[in-house]
């Protein structure tokens, strides 16, 4: 039985916006510069993009810190592009970060030599 994959259209949008940006600039360039190509395809067909928007975080109703997630778009799917040859435990980590301060669901990209990789996680509602 195959999943159903939330908010799919936008994250095959996300998708190609991140494989656009691969293309023209290739692989091995900054992360942040390949952020901030990813924000101008984003932005080039009207996607709301806030860059590094920070959300307060709290623990047991008191106010703990700011968290500054890369890149939500259209106040649905959070992207965080990452310049790295895999994927491990750290950014896994930091994608269910993502979920617990109430966005979601989260598209995670890794710009590598052989192209857009995504990891995808999601709050999981009605169980």
Do not use: W
């Not at 190609?16 to 091995?28: E, H, I, Q, R, T």
């Not at 993009?49 to 939500?72: H, K, M, T």
């Amino acid at each position: 039985m195959m999943k159903e994959i939330i908010h799919e259209e936008l994250s095959g949008k996300i998708t190609g916006a991140a494989m656009d940006v691969l293309n023209d600039l290739k692989p091995g360039l900054d992360e942040k510069l390949c952020e901030r190509a990813l924000v101008v395809e984003l932005r080039r067909p009207g996607h709301a993009v806030d860059a590094q928007r920070s959300y307060s975080v709290f623990y047991n109703s008191e106010f703990i810190g700011r968290l500054l997630p890369n890149l939500p778009v259209d106040d649905t799917v959070i992207v965080d592009p990452k310049v790295v040859s895999a994927f491990n435990q750290a950014h896994t980590a930091q994608m269910i970060g993502y979920l617990a301060i109430g966005q979601g669901p989260i598209a995670e990209f890794q710009k590598s030599p052989i192209g857009v990789e995504t990891s995808r996680a999601a709050k999981q509602t009605g169980v």
